[in-house]
Structure formats: C-alpha cells, structure tokens
C-alpha cells in the first residue's frame, strides 16, 4: 500500500542536542512538507519542497534544516537551535499543480528531556 | 492571511446536523477540508476550486462562495465517528508554488 512513513513515533531531546525525524513516501509525489501543531492550534509550516535538492522555508524555519536528496525522503533536523521544539510534527506530502490534496504520515511527538 | 473557521467549537447529540465555516479576505483558488482525530494524522475529507463547486463524501459535503471567498462544511445526520476536529486549508494561487494556508480547527463533538 501507498503511504507517509514518519519515524519514530515519540522523540526525546536533550538539552542542546539536533534530533533528525524521518518522512519517507511511496506515493510518487513530488511535493513534500513539514508541518508543526502545538496543542489547540493549527498546522503551521516549517519546509517544503517540490523538487528533489530544493526546498522553500515556511512561516516558522528558525531552528530547523530539512534535506531532499531523494524524491521519496524529506528528513526535518530540529537543531539546539529551536528553544521551545515540543510539539507534534506531520510529514505530508502531495502532486504538484493546484487543487491537489497532501497525505499525512502518523506524525513524531518531539519531547524535551 | 490566515483563513478563520466558525464556530470554534460545537457538541451535537447524534443525528444532528452542523455547519462549519472557513472564511479567507483573499482571493481562494481552493479549500481544502480535513478531519484530525486527537494524536492522529489529519485526514482528507475534499477540495473545492474556485467556481463555487459543492461536493460530496458520504454525509458530509461543501460548498465554496467564490463572492464571499468563503466555504462551508456541513454534516448531516452526525454520528459518533464524526467526532474530531475538523480543519480548512486554503489555496490562493494555482499552479506548482503552492502552499496550503490552515485555519485554527473546529472542534467537533458528537454524543450519543
């Protein structure tokens, strides 16, 4: 079956340590993001990309970095640089062109130790 | 601009009917609609384009007011599955530089 796989599930960070959460898809898609949802709020946009080694910042990229160096990975680094990095992170992914839906991955829960 | 969902929340008994608005001040090519369960991925309820299309999925369909760039989400004859928090994406250009614009979610609670 065609899906998202996000890894791992539930994440523990240390204080000034860079976790790296995996997104992996089969879908064939090109377009892939990141998103970020704190308790009670929306999805909020950290990265995207369209194409393999390019990728745009969202509304909220300080102290994150992403890579695409393959069309099926997208992996979010959460650096010690992002101070408050607790929330639930959604992979997504989607076809190009307007009018398309994004598929989500089951998400990581990032925690601080 | 981020687009704004009403109400932001709403408990129904079972078998009861609801609307729930997202409302953008520019103009939308899409909206997109999902339903999020708590601690789950959201999921892919429908779009509609610009054009004012309704659509349908089982009992829940939309409809898109390009005049008012605003769409409505309505859920009929609810049932507990129905139970979530339901969210609006919207689009303002076509074409490959797109990203979705979510509004804040609305809560949806169905009792028995």
Not at chain 1, 26 to 35: G, K, Q, R, S, T
Not at chain 2, 37 to 55: D, N, R, T
């Amino acid at each position: 079956d065609g899906g998202i796989t996000q890894s791992p599930k539930y994440l523990f960070r240390k204080e000034g340590q860079n976790v790296t959460l995996s997104c992996e898809q089969n879908l064939n898609h090109d377009a892939m993001y990141w998103y970020r949802q704190d308790p009670g709020q929306g999805l909020r946009l950290i990265y995207y990309s369209q194409i393999v080694n390019d990728f745009q910042k969202g509304d909220i990229a300080e102290g994150y970095s992403v890579s695409r160096e393959k069309k099926e990975s997208f992996p979010l680094t959460v650096t010690s640089a992002q101070k408050n990095p607790t929330a639930f992170y959604l992979c997504a992914s989607s076809m190009l062109g307007g009018g398309q839906p994004q598929h989500f991955g089951d998400g990581t829960r990032l925690s601080i130790l | 601009q981020q687009p704004v969902q009403s109400p932001q929340a709403v408990i129904l008994r079972e078998g009861e009917d609801a609307v729930i608005n997202c409302s953008s001040s520019k103009a939308l090519y899409s909206v997109h609609w999902y339903r999020q369960k708590h601690g789950e991925a959201p999921v892919f309820l429908m779009i509609l384009l610009k054009g004012g299309e309704q659509k349908g999925h089982e009992k829940i369909s939309a409809s898109f007011n390009e005049k008012k760039q605003q769409s409505s989400l309505y859920l009929t004859a609810s049932q507990l599955s129905y139970s979530g928090t339901y969210f609006c994406g919207t689009e303002n250009n076509a074409g490959n530089n797109r990203k979705l614009i979510w509004g804040l979610g609305t809560s949806l609670a169905v009792n028995p």
